[in-house]
């Protein structure tokens, strides 16, 4: 990225974190980058959750932020989510809600636009078990990759994997 898209690419965060504070959006405790993990079968499963809003009295809502919520991820961002409320609970927290903010639907509303995430506990049962089932593969060295060009242009490992399609 050159030196004029990096600054415009920083005006434009900057510009929509301003309007989503004048929103009133973040007049909540929060806490942001907050570390969870899980134990599987003796194995860690980690991950960092955007941000927690605090509500003493009904517990608090997970925060995942995205630039916009593109429907083909909808599942992973989904199970994301539920991970994220396991890895939760298990720390003793009360999780009431789970939700994907659209940034750039909320800017163009001027609403605080989410889509809420089922949380109940059989799909959290269920989050368990795929994750058992693939710390399973990663372990017997079965987890051969699955290229599609929707996941591949925004996987971190992109540029070293010999399987990428554009
Ligand atoms: S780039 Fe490789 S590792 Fe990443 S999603 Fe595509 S196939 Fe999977």
Not at 14 to 28: K, P, Q, S, T
Not at 86 to 103: F, H, T, W, Y
Request: hydrophobic residues 35%; aromatic residues 6%.
């Amino acid at each position: 990225m050159s030196e004029s898209q990096e600054k415009r690419a920083r005006d434009t965060i900057h510009d929509r974190i301003m309007i989503l504070n004048e929103l009133g959006i973040f007049n909540v405790p929060v806490e942001t980058e907050v570390d969870v993990e899980l134990q599987i079968d003796g194995n860690t499963v980690s991950g960092i959750v955007d941000g927690i809003e605090l509500h003493p009295d009904s517990g608090i809502i997970i925060r995942d932020w995205k630039s916009s919520i593109h429907e083909e991820f909808y599942k992973r961002y989904e199970k994301q989510l539920q991970f994220y409320t396991l890895a939760l609970i298990e720390q003793e927290k009360q999780v009431s809600s789970a939700q994907l903010v659209d940034v750039s639907k909320t800017i163009e509303s001027k609403n605080l636009f989410t889509r809420e995430i089922n949380i109940d506990p059989s799909s959290l049962e269920s989050i368990v078990t795929e994750l058992r089932a693939a710390l399973k593969g990663i372990l017997e060295g079965d987890y051969r990759p699955n290229p599609k060009p929707e996941t591949c242009f925004c996987c971190d490992m992109s540029r070293l994997c010999a399987e990428r399609v554009d």
